[in-house]
């Protein structure tokens, strides 16, 4: 016999990576979305952690992925759950950091994701877009008052 109940929606997992760089103190690491949900909207490095991933290995990979960087000292930060009832989001997004390998040969970023960002940049944290120029995870997390600095 087959239930006729529909499964309720639930939240998807991700991680957002703060990349960091001895040559741009101060800065994250922040790309413009295309060609998905959220759109024209600023945000970190960072996806869907994979099953079995471990979350430094998750930012890692990210890292790797969007813009050819890799990562040393990787550290969790924080969580938010950032909920957008009317764009039909809802992720709980685990936000780590990384420095850039000082000694790896690629010291700044290339756009490896031409599809879903615009292009990466160096922004000082306190010098983020506005609120509404934020992907959902980002704009949650900075409108609670977190730095990565700190």
């Known amino acids: 016999m087959t239930s006729s109940l529909k499964r309720p929606k639930r939240p998807g997992i991700g991680i957002g990576v703060f990349v960091i760089s001895d040559k741009h103190p101060g800065c994250v690491l922040i790309g413009k979305r295309k060609g998905s949900t959220g759109e024209g909207l600023y945000a970190l490095i960072g996806g869907h952690l994979d099953f079995g991933e471990s979350w430094d290995a998750c930012a890692v990979r990210e890292t790797e992925e969007e813009a050819g ?82």
Not at 101 to 117: A, H, Y
């Open 69 to 150: 960087l890799q990562l040393r000292n990787v550290t969790y930060c924080t969580v938010v759950n950032a909920v957008d009832l009317p764009n039909d989001y809802h992720y709980v997004t685990i936000f780590m950091k990384g420095e850039i390998d000082p000694s790896s040969p690629l010291q700044e970023p290339q756009n490896l994701e031409p599809d879903k960002c615009e292009g990466w940049f160096w922004c000082k944290w306190n010098d983020l877009p506005s609120s509404d120029q934020l992907f959902c995870a980002l704009r949650v997390l900075r409108d609670s008052g977190y730095s990565p600095f700190q």
